[in-house]
Each structure stands twice: as structure tokens, then as C-alpha cells.
């Protein structure tokens, strides 16, 4: 067994395919904010592979953490010299690891904020990328130590020198993610300079992206899998599945790297291909995610292999979530619906039902009230929406079918909780936080199949409702 570094690289070569490019020659020109597990399943593997195609050595990556537990990844990469590997499983078993050396350089912002702002103030960074998650574009704080703090400073300092602002690419679950950002900066650098945001609003660019890659946490069997199976000792790998997908606006004033040459699809409006992730993909997991979890699953694909959660799931993405959706340019909506239930059933993932049920007060109302919202506005179904809705009204009381303990991680986990702890008394107590749902409790037939999904979650079970309904 080997320890994964630089050092090592030449050993490990033998048994795992490592980076055949001379890490020491490249140049940084993004800088990320968000290291983890998607991150580097996803735009260091399409960068990292376009470097080991003989593209430009001016595009490594510079990772930047901000939050506590961002640590423990500085920590990591630093004993690894930024390595890690990256494995790809198949549904039939299969692993294909390879060490990822795209990520170049490091910083904990708590360590050195000023490097930080440096570093992004330098010229030769030209794009500034996020994955922050759908929560982080509350640009409600005005903490220095913030992304939108450290980002405000350095756009403040290059504008100062003369430069020109970088580019900030999102990569988050966000509808039309480039000009939520776009808002969130601007807005944020109003508050202490308001010609400062006229000249980011007016010199910026934004691009929207959607990105899709099923990513789930990593492991401690994923770790003594990578060391017994090939024989590399890696603090942290990664496990992803085979299929990625990022299709990108191509917006980039100061320049970009090759993607076209790596996958990526560069095109003019990524509005329809987003959409299409967010209520397909990211709409069946919230589906699967608490029906699943009160029924008993902990895992993804063992949900998945239960024929009513099954059907159910094609029932939402066929017949609700796919009339909402405006054509999307070189793709077949019919045929990439019928792929997702395969990409979920992959065993290899070992995808949780947890990681799909936190957050939901930041997922459900974009991925789902306006699937919902649509199907009334138009007279389509909507039982489905209802009762992924009423299913996660029912999680949100904290114990499952079976009496054990529901752990609800989310940021309004009080308040959500609180709401589902007066259903008995009132059984529109959850549904009725227009934060939340908006204009639906104002439909009432909307709410009368809420209701009755609710009462049949709670009196009958996830698997009764789902055969009464199907």
C-alpha cells in the first residue's frame, strides 16, 4: 500500500493511472470556492483531463475553503499535495480509479484572508468558480471572511489596478444559476460601494451552467476499498458514477480553457438543459427521497428497486415534471427520463437516502412547488407533487414507520419541524409557510390531495399511500 503524493506518484503509476503532465509547470487561472466531493467528481475531473490532453498549462485550479470544516480538506491536500483520486463505478461492479492533479494550489481563507484576496486579484486569475450549494447565494452577511466578502474585495482591488473583473461561473442547482449570482454580487458590493457594483454589473461576466454528476459522500469502505483493491492509501477519494454532464454558456471575456475538446457543451442558453436536470434529476430524488426514507431505505438504489417507488418516480417525471419543460436542444426528454432511473439504481454508488433529504427547504421550492404551480396553473396532474409534499411534511415529524429517530438536517430544521409537530391538530400547519410553497395553499384542490396524502402517510404508511395512488 501506497500513501498518495508527489512523491509517490511513479509507484502508484504502476496499479492506477496518475497525472501525465508535469504538475509543477502549471499556472493557476481559477480559483474555486466549494472543494468537495462534486467539485472534484466533476470540473477538476474535465480539467484535469483536458491538462493530460496537452491543453493550456494556464488553467490549474486554486481551491479555497471558508467554512470550519473546510480543515480538514486543507489538511488533506496538503499531505497529499493536492492529489486525490478520483473512482468511477458502474452499475456492474466495475471501478476505474485515477489520480486527479488539476488542483494545484489550496488556501483556508481563516488562515490568510489577505492571500486570498490576492490571489484572486492577481491577473492571471480569470475565472472565479462556485460550488457554495443553493443556500449560499444569501448574500446576508457582511463577514470579510464570507465568498461574497472576499470576492467584493478583490473585484475592488483589481478595479483599482485597472484590471478587469474575472469571470464567476456557478456551479450550483439553481434555475438560471449565472444571473442569481450576477444578483447576489451585485447586491453585495451595493451595500459598501455602489459604484463599485455599477462597475461589476456593467464589466462582469456570469455564465450559467448545469452540472450533473451523481456524487455521494465518501466513505471510510470507500477508502479501505481503494487501499486493499489498489493498494493507494488516500485520505479522502472520491466515488462518482460514469455518466457526467455540464453544458455551459459560453461567456468568457477574459478567456477560457478548451471544455468543447473535453465534453463540455458550450452553447448560448442553458436555460432549457438546466431545467431539465433540476425537475428530472434533482425533482426524482426529492420523489424518492422521504417516501423512501419512511419506508425504510437508507440507500438509493435499494429505493429504487422497490417497484412503488419506482413507478412512483416515473410517474412524477413522466407525467408531471416532463409537461413543464420546454423542448431542449439535442436531447430526447422520453429517453433521458428512462436513463435517470438506471443512473439511480447504480449499487456501486451506494447513494444515501440522507444526503437526498438535506436541505429540502432549499430544494423542494425550486424543484418542485413550481412543477406543482404549473400543472395547476395549466390543468395537469399534480397528485404526485402533493404527495412528495405531504411525504416530506410527514418526515419532518422526526421518527419513521418503524419508530426510529428521523435526523432532519436542514437550516429551518426548528422551524419545519415545529409546523409538522401540529398536523394532528392542524393538517395544513406544514404546507401553509408561503416562504415555502407560496401561492399553493390557496388551491384547493391542491391542498384536498395534500390532505388526503397526509393522512393516508400518517395512518397508513409510505408503501399504502404509494399502491393507492399508482
Avoid at 52 to 81: H, T
Avoid at 355 to 382: N, Y
Wanted: proline share 7%; glycine share 8%.
Amino acid at each position: 500500500m501506497t500513501e498518495l503524493s508527489g512523491r509517490t506518484l511513479p509507484s502508484i503509476a504502476a496499479r492506477v493511472p496518475v497525472p501525465g503532465y508535469r504538475r509543477d509547470e502549471i499556472r493557476t487561472g481559477i480559483v474555486h470556492f466549494g472543494v468537495g466531493n462534486f467539485h472534484r467528481a466533476h470540473q477538476a475531473w474535465y480539467l484535469d483531463r483536458l491538462l493530460a490532453a496537452g491543453g493550456s498549462r494556464e488553467w490549474g485550479i486554486c481551491g479555497v475553503g471558508v467554512l470550519p470544516g473546510d480543515r480538514r480538506m486543507r489538511d488533506v491536500l496538503a499531505a497529499q499535495d493536492g492529489l486525490y483520486t478520483l473512482v468511477e463505478a458502474g452499475p456492474d461492479g466495475e471501478r476505474s480509479p485515477r489520480v486527479i492533479g488539476s488542483l494545484v494550489e489550496y488556501r483556508y481563507a481563516p488562515d490568510d484572508s489577505a492571500a486570498v484576496v490576492e490571489k484572486l486579484a492577481d491577473p492571471g486569475t480569470r475565472i472565479v468558480s462556485l460550488t457554495i450549494t443553493e443556500g449560499g447565494y444569501h448574500a446576508d452577511t457582511a463577514a470579510p471572511l464570507s465568498v461574497f466578502g472576499l470576492v467584493t474585495a478583490a473585484l475592488a482591488r483589481r478595479r483599482a489596478r485597472g484590471l478587469a473583473p474575472f469571470t464567476i461561473m456557478s456551479c450550483d442547482n439553481i434555475e438560471d444559476n449565472g444571473a442569481v449570482a450576477r444578483t447576489a454580487f451585485v447586491e453585495f458590493a451595493r451595500r459598501g460601494d455602489p459604484a463599485l457594483a455599477e462597475w461589476i454589473s456593467r464589466e462582469g461576466a456570469f455564465p450559467s451552467s448545469m452540472v450533473d454528476r451523481i456524487t455521494p459522500a465518501t466513505t471510510d469502505g470507500m477508502i479501505a476499498d481503494l487501499e486493499t483493491g489498489f493498494g493507494v492509501a488516500d485520505r479522502w477519494p472520491v466515488l462518482t458514477e460514469p455518466f457526467a454532464q455540464w453544458v455551459l454558456q459560453d461567456e468568457f471575456p477574459l478567456g477560457r480553457p478548451d471544455f468543447d475538446h473535453v465534453g463540455v457543451q458550450l452553447v448560448d442558453d442553458v436555460a432549457p438543459y438546466e431545467l431539465m436536470k433540476l425537475r428530472l434529476l434533482n425533482g426524482g430524488h426529492q420523489a424518492l427521497a422521504y417516501l423512501g426514507q419512511l419506508c425504510g431505505y437508507r440507500y438509493v438504489h435499494d429505493a429504487v428497486a422497490d417497484p412503488l417507488l419506482s413507478r412512483f418516480v416515473a410517474r412524477y417525471m413522466g407525467r408531471e415534471a416532463l409537461p413543464t419543460l420546454p423542448p431542449v436542444p439535442g436531447i430526447d426528454l422520453a429517453d433521458y427520463r428512462r436513463t435517470l432511473l438506471e443512473r439511480f439504481g447504480n449499487p456501486a454508488i451506494a447513494d444515501t437516502i440522507a444526503r437526498l433529504c438535506a436541505d429540502a427547504s432549499e430544494r423542494i421550492p425550486k424543484w418542485v412547488v413550481p412543477v406543482a404551480r404549473h400543472q395547476l396553473a395549466t390543468g395537469g396532474e399534480f397528485a404526485c407533487a402533493a404527495t412528495m409534499i405531504a411525504a416530506w411534511a410527514r418526515y419532518c415529524e422526526g421518527i419513521d414507520e418503524q419508530g426510529e429517530p428521523i435526523t432532519v438536517v436542514d437550516p429551518r430544521r426548528d422551524r419545519l419541524m415545529a409546523a409538522a409537530a401540529r398536523q394532528s391538530q392542524d393538517p395544513t400547519a406544514f404546507l401553509a409557510d408561503r416562504s415555502l410553497f407560496g401561492d399553493l395553499p390557496d388551491h384547493p384542490e391542491f391542498v384536498a390531495v395534500y390532505r388526503k396524502a397526509l393522512d393516508s402517510l400518517r395512518t397508513h404508511g409510505a408503501a399504502a399511500t404509494l399502491r393507492e395512488l399508482l
